[in-house]
């Protein structure tokens, strides 16, 4: 089971990226779990047709006796399981406790051993890389981290508050960080700043996703381009890039 944590500052776009990789990944023939965890709870709209998913939260609030992964859960493109964590009542409470909260109730319910997931997919804000929010890399739900961030000031910024919180966790064999996928905004010189932020960090860019059409089409059709558009430039790319994952992480897939 490969576990992959995909962080990246709010507005980034490392939901269309998750949701893109989950796709690609399911395209493989995979067997794929994408957990969003982010207040929003939008990190699988584009799996499932545009439909939202109730967050594990909203329903937690209404009912304490959850017993069965289907009341949490929804099934989406490339039979892609989607699970959203939410969080509190705006204003009220703690939303990196509610990843915590609903981590602790994946495991109740024995979600990967009763799933048997290939790969599982956590989309995590990285704006405040806080206690539940830094859940994935701390508590050995995932193996790698996944940057993802433009060439922009403050994107960079939240990546190395990102890379920084792994590292801090490296001496415990936590997570580690897999690489950057460098999601264009076609900003100046923006490659060289991104490379440039990469090996000051001794990372790699393990992807580059440019501007397209293709994916703001599908996104409004409710979809991701390898499901909209599956002959497209834009889904080779997303295709290639999870096969590369794959491969490249072979001896961790336990």
């Known amino acids: 089971m490969l576990r992959l944590a995909i962080y990246g ?3 980034i776009g490392k939901s269309t990226i998750t949701s893109h990789l989950s796709a690609a990944f399911a395209s493989m023939g995979l067997r794929v779990i994408q957990i969003g965890c982010d207040p929003k709870a939008d990190s699988t709209i584009n799996l499932l047709k545009g439909e939202p998913l109730t967050p594990v939260m909203n329903l937690l609030r ?3 006796d959850i017993d ?3 009341q949490i859960a929804k099934v989406g493109f490339g039979n892609v399981l989607c699970i959203e964590t939410g969080g509190p009542t705006p204003g009220l409470g703690c939303a990196g406790r509610g990843i915590i909260a609903t981590f602790q109730l994946l495991e109740d319910l024995e979600l990967f051993e009763t799933w048997k997931p290939d790969v599982v997919m ?3 804000l990285g704006d405040v890389v806080c206690g539940g929010f830094a859940a994935p890399i701390r508590e050995g739900y995932a193996q790698k981290v996944i940057i993802v961030t433009s060439g922009e000031k ?3 910024y939240a990546a190395n508050n990102i890379y ?3 590292k801090n966790f490296e001496d415990r064999s936590y997570a580690t960080v897999e690489g950057i996928i460098l999601n264009h905004r076609n900003i100046a010189n923006e490659t060289e700043k991104v490379q440039a932020f990469a090996d000051e960090r001794q990372l790699k860019i393990i992807g580059e996703v440019p501007r397209s059409q293709d994916i703001n089409d599908c996104e409004d059709e409710g979809m991701t381009v390898v499901e909209g558009k599956p002959d497209s430039e834009t889904a080779k790319l ?5 096969r590369k994952i794959w491969e490249e992480n072979a001896d961790d897939k336990n």
């Open 62 to 64: 209404i009912d304490e």
């Open 164 to 166: 920084t919180a792994v």
């Open 122 to 124: 956590y989309d995590v």
């Open 9 to 11: 500052k709010g507005g």
């Open 154 to 156: 403050m994107a960079l």
């Open 68 to 70: 069965d992964i289907e």
């Open 238 to 242: 997303f295709i290639d890039l999870a």
